[in-house]
């Protein structure tokens, strides 16, 4: 494959609905790279959002909100990181078989931003950011963005929503098998065992 650009999964969408025409640039005077430039930076984070990429993945310690938090239900509100795309969980200092760590996200109070409310305090967020790095995305995101861009130009440079519909299952499909592949780059720890279990050893 050639080094993977915006412009290599432009025309990868392109050629995936059955267009002759290629593009050199997403800024060029043609209704293709119009529709990919109009549809690709919402495609890319629609996919983001869409699986755990390993990636595009983050952890911080989230900094205080300057707001309280809602006194009734959490003890603890955070700013929401600038470059997240979807807050996936906040880390158990308890470790990966500690239950989940409950939080929400709420709108400040004068709802100009949002931001993460919780009971933990010095909250660490694992989080899905803004990867924009077309050469950091694995083979397998080029492919599904592809996909995915191409269902959102699909009807307008073909005018088929059979076409359409095609790269939508296409896209969907793709996705589905995501965590196999992301799998492909990582070996997870063993189950810690029971405490009364390691007491007897």
Not at 82 to 100: F, K, L, S, V
């Amino acid at each position: 494959m050639s080094v993977v650009s915006q412009v290599l999964i432009a025309n990868m969408a392109l050629s995936n609905i059955g267009t002759k025409s290629e593009i050199a640039s997403l800024d060029e005077n043609s209704v293709e790279a119009k529709q990919c430039k109009l549809w690709y930076d919402l495609s890319r984070k629609q996919a983001l959002e869409a699986f755990d990429w390993g990636f595009a993945r983050k952890r911080l310690t989230l900094a205080l909100h300057a707001d309280d938090a809602p006194e009734d239900r959490w003890a603890y509100r955070y700013q929401y990181p600038a470059d997240c795309i979807t807050a996936r969980y906040i880390e158990n200092p308890g470790g990966p078989t500690a239950d989940a760590v409950p939080f929400e996200i709420e709108l400040s109070d004068d709802g100009s931003t949002k931001s993460i409310v919780t009971d933990m305090e010095d909250a660490k967020l694992i989080y899905t950011f803004d990867q924009q790095q077309t050469g950091i995305f694995s083979l397998h995101f080029v492919e599904t963005l592809s996909h995915l861009l191409a269902s959102h130009i699909a009807l307008k440079l073909t005018g088929k929503r059979s076409i359409k519909g095609d790269m939508i299952q296409a896209y969907r499909s793709l996705i589905r098998v995501a965590p196999a592949q992301n799998a492909n780059e990582q070996i997870a720890r063993a189950p810690r065992e029971a405490e009364s279990i390691r007491a007897r050893m």
